[in-house]
């Protein structure tokens, strides 16, 4: 009688029993806290209707999903339990390194025996064609049905191949490699996480990457851009900014994101930097969105040849867009000042709003460059009126202006929502276009004469440029000076472009 080898009793803890329509062995190959991952052959438990039960404790487990691996004739079981089970050990060794003679043990559940059998034998030969897809191990060992699925394990106890198939003719035994799991596992989460991002299912996607991570400790460029773009899907632009970064140097659709958001944030030197990496990496494919940031942020910049030449690239590589339509749109209101086109492509751009982007990663993406890109235009462009601040038409304010003091300066908002009107006596009034009442009024400011005023790129602060030198900055909403500036010079003009070196 065979002699059992010392490592059974430590090695049999990590089996599980499978039975159902098949009979079959697993093993337990890694741990979440309370999730446990074993690993099968797939034709075990292609039908789904199953058991598992578990050696250490004899425990009927509660299956959780099961998760095909693909290309190979394996899978995992995921199953939960509050008991502490412990993986199997896995031979970090590739199996070319399985010598032919080596010795080898099979250890499994035979039909009709609920005790693990632990048979062994020589290695045959290796690197040849497997039933299981790709080439394996064999070897002469006489296992039984009930053993698929089984750790073919070395003399030392470690796992070095899956035993997939009953002795052929021969009586040789075939075993698909571990390293087949160490290669193929992780693309189960990797493809389920893609499937949950394109389903908007962004905290699932999260959970599969992050079991990635701690589970098989791999962390490859297409985890990091899943990650960051689900972050961003959540709206959490810190994570997601530092997940893209870390591959962004080198990869098209973190370089994208970073893009994305820093347009949205008001970063326009860092959009184009990294809008202008996307469309080098990947111009056919993202270089309708990265020229679209692109030439936005040109816009906000002033930039408006070089935003000439981003739109145009973007109108030729995706046309069909709502994003690429409200760039079209704002380029032609901002910088060729025709509202009858703007408004032509902004009717385009609410046509396909609703429309679904095939590329996942940039239907993540694509609604909030929408929502920012909208307000480059005024709120009346697609109504039929011509989008002008002051339409043709006799135009009053609410609350008129005061024009027994002179009107000295007036500026409007980057998104030709506000308007403000300094006057002669030092006093600065906001007004909101829409409902044409005062948003604030700043009075008293100074004695001497305002020079000039600006919005931020924002709207959200004003400045008041005055002929003693001074320059201030106030919140418009409250009132409250926040920046004030001296000796700036004699009758400083500010503008949009001197705006967004103070707040960028």
Avoid: W
């Avoid at 995921?78 to 199996?95: G, I, M």
């Avoid at 239907?363 to 480059?376: F, G, H, N, Y």
């Amino acid at each position: 009688m065979a002699q059992t080898p010392p490592f059974y009793e430590r090695t049999r803890e990590s089996l599980v029993l499978i039975q159902g329509t098949r009979r079959g062995t697993g093993f337990i190959v890694a741990r979440d806290n309370n999730t446990y991952y074993a690993l099968t052959a797939g034709h075990v438990v292609r039908d789904g209707r199953f058991q598992v039960r578990t050696e250490a404790g004899r425990e009927t487990v509660s299956v959780q999903e099961v998760l095909p691996i693909p290309g190979v004739d394996l899978a995992l079981i995921q199953f939960t339990s509050n008991r502490d089970y412990r993986p199997l050990e896995l031979s970090t060794r590739n199996a070319e390194t399985v010598v032919v003679t080596n010795q080898v043990f099979v250890l499994g559940y035979s039909e009709g025996s609920d005790t693990p059998q632990i048979p062994g034998g020589g290695v045959t030969s290796r690197d040849r064609p497997t039933s299981g897809s790709g080439t394996g191990i064999f070897y002469s060992v006489n296992t039984a049905g009930g053993m698929s699925g089984s750790p073919v394990l070395t003399d030392r106890g470690q796992v070095v191949g899956i035993h997939i198939g009953l002795p052929t003719a021969n009586n040789f035994g075939e075993a698909i490699p571990i390293e087949k799991y160490f290669e193929l596992a992780p693309q189960v989460f990797t493809q389920a996480a893609r499937r949950n991002l394109a389903e908007r299912q962004f905290e699932q996607a999260i959970a599969s990457l992050e079991t990635v991570r701690r589970v098989f400790k791999e962390d490859q460029p297409e985890t990091m851009m899943i990650l960051a773009y689900s972050y961003f899907g959540l709206g959490d632009t810190s994570r997601a900014r530092q997940e893209a970064g870390r591959i962004s140097s080198t990869n098209a659709n973190a370089s994208l994101l970073l893009a994305a958001i820093d347009y949205i944030e008001g970063n326009y030197p860092r959009a184009i930097e990294n809008a202008t990496r996307a469309a080098d990496f990947d111009r056919a494919n993202l270089g309708g969105y990265a020229f679209s940031i692109l030439g936005l942020s040109q816009i906000a910049t002033q930039s408006n040849d070089s935003a000439r030449n981003s739109i145009q690239n973007a109108s030729g590589i995706l046309r069909e867009d709502a994003f690429v339509y409200l760039a079209n749109s704002c380029f032609k209101h901002k910088v060729l000042l025709d509202n009858d086109r703007a408004r032509s492509d902004f009717i385009n751009a609410d046509r396909l709003s609703g429309q679904r982007v095939t590329n996942p990663f940039l239907a993540v993406i694509s609604p909030k460059l929408q929502e920012t890109a909208r307000a480059c235009l005024p709120p009346n462009i697609g109504n039929g009126s011509d989008g002008n601040i002051l339409p043709n038409r006799p135009y009053k304010l609410n609350e008129p202006i005061n024009l027994s003091i002179s009107v000295v300066t007036l500026a409007v908002s980057n998104d030709s929502r506000l308007v403000a009107v300094g006057l002669l006596d030092g006093s600065v009034s906001v007004y909101d276009v829409r409902t044409r009442g005062k948003v604030a009024s700043f009075s008293g400011q100074s004695s001497s004469i305002i020079s000039s005023l600006a919005f931020s790129p924002n709207g959200q602060d004003i400045a008041v440029a005055l002929s003693n030198g001074q320059l201030k900055v106030f919140n418009v909403q409250s009132g409250v000076e926040k920046y004030g500036y001296a000796n700036v010079g004699d009758f400083p003009k500010v503008s949009l472009a001197t705006m967004a070196d103070y707040f960028l």
